[in-house]
């Protein structure tokens, strides 16, 4: 028997009894679909949080002053030590890896503008924040140091805030605003960065120098932030240590006093989530991979089905002439066929579920490997689950067959 009569014989027989070929077909079907979507979702939010962190800028390491300090041996609570613009120069004058260090000072404020006020949050930083930060200007300028050490009343607004309080990006250039009882002119709107982590709007900010926020907002030398840009991921272990004695004793801290700040790397945190997502998506491929083992014992169950009810033709072919080893591949290639076409209408399945996740903003990225890999586990469940029926059916003798009723 050449290749299309085999083909030709093994659509024939499926095409014979089409529901009952596609029920068969259908824990391949979701089987397959349910892997490509999970390590789609998986990969989805992996790259969406990836997305979210870089764009908070790269190489980055932010310091926070901390809540507990470690003192002979016991954790005591104290009240938070911010840092100071002392500890700002430090870092700058002696910093062998950073390529921007800043200052932040934060706050929640309410804007006033012409076209309404919003609530807005508000970060006095250095010049450096925008290097850090990967931060241009779409329109106008950003604001320099000399603004900074003469205390401008200069600032620079997300898209979104520019929006909310002018009507237009374009619309805020040159106009004021105002917080509280001061006055601010935008020389200079910031290219979209979009949602963050929690889907919080990065464009809903107004950044204005940092000593103008320390005595125009806040009224206090405190700085809530420090953040250091690395020259190159491969020395964010060293700044990190470097940055930690350079505090410590700009701070004052002795050998048996616990650091009253924490550092966080930014490529650490990237690397945990991502490794929390891998397994998390491994898990549930796992999971729906179950399904597709249901759908193989559901193929082997309907060719012994089919197997049984065949057998007069199984004796008809070997009587004239059919050998065992063309029945063997028949029915192996029925049931293969079978697991294969569940496997191209599971991919089907889970492109449509892709699209339909992308319209609730749900992030996918479906892989073309994993879905090949998917398509070729299903041939392969067809042929392991289709094996024993394939082989009842070869070792049928001719006799028994022709007399089956």
């Known amino acids: 028997m050449n290749l299309f009569q085999l083909l030709q014989t093994c659509f024939r027989s499926i095409l014979r009894n089409r529901m009952r070929s596609l029920l068969t077909s259908l824990g391949i079907i979701i089987g397959v679909g349910s892997v490509i979507i999970m390590v789609a979702i998986g990969e989805g939010s992996q790259a969406s949080i990836e997305k979210s962190l870089t764009a908070m800028g790269t190489n980055l390491l932010q310091v926070m002053p ?7 041996g016991r954790t005591t609570q104290m009240r938070i030590s911010s840092f100071t613009k002392k500890d700002i120069d430090k870092l700058k004058l002696e910093s062998s890896y950073a390529a921007a260090i800043t200052g932040v000072v934060q706050g929640s404020v309410t804007a006033v503008g012409p076209e309404g006020s919003d609530q807005v949050q508000v970060n006095g930083v250095d010049p450096d924040f925008f290097i850090a930060r990967n931060w241009n200007a779409n329109l106008g300028v950003l604001f320099e140091q000399d603004d900074l050490d003469t205390r401008n009343t200069v600032i620079d607004l997300g898209n979104s805030t520019a929006v909310n309080l002018f009507g237009s990006a374009e619309a805020s250039l040159g106009q004021q605003l105002r917080i509280n ?26 950044i204005m120098p ?7 907002l806040n009224n ?6 420090i953040i250091i840009s690395v020259i190159d991921k491969k020395y964010m272990d060293a700044a990190q240590k470097e940055t930690e004695l350079i505090l ?15 550092i966080f790397n930014q490529a650490e945190m990237i690397d945990m989530a991502s490794g929390v997502l891998q397994t998390m998506t491994t898990l549930l491929a796992a999971i729906a991979g179950v399904s597709l083992l249901v759908g193989g014992i559901g193929i082997m169950n309907i060719m012994l089905v089919s197997v049984t009810e065949r057998t007069r033709e199984i004796g008809i072919r070997m009587a004239i002439g059919g050998r065992k ?15 294969l076409m569940g496997g191209i209408l599971g991919i089907g399945l889970a492109a449509l579920a892709g699209r339909l996740l992308a319209l609730v903003k749900i992030p996918t990225a479906i892989n073309p490997v994993i879905v090949a890999i998917a ?9 392991i689950f289709g094996y024993y029926p394939a082989l009842k059916a070869a070792r049928l003798y001719p006799i028994d067959a022709l007399r089956y009723e």
Not at 248 to 262: K, T
């Open 325 to 339: 080893r063309d029945i063997l591949l028949q029915f192996l290639s029925e049931s293969m066929i079978l697991s």
């Open 210 to 216: 940092l000593d103008t926020a320390m005595t125009r």
């Open 66 to 72: 901390a809540r507990n300090m470690n003192r002979n």
């Open 248 to 262: 410590r004793e700009s701070r004052n801290l002795g050998d048996n006093v616990a650091s009253d700040f924490s």
């Open 375 to 383: 398509a070729l586990f299903a041939a392969v469940v067809g042929i």
């Open 220 to 225: 206090s030398r405190n700085i809530n932030t």
């Open 181 to 206: 009882t001061n006055y601010y002119t935008v020389i200079g709107v910031l290219e979209s960065k979009g949602s963050g982590l929690g889907g919080n709007d990065q464009d809903n900010i107004i």
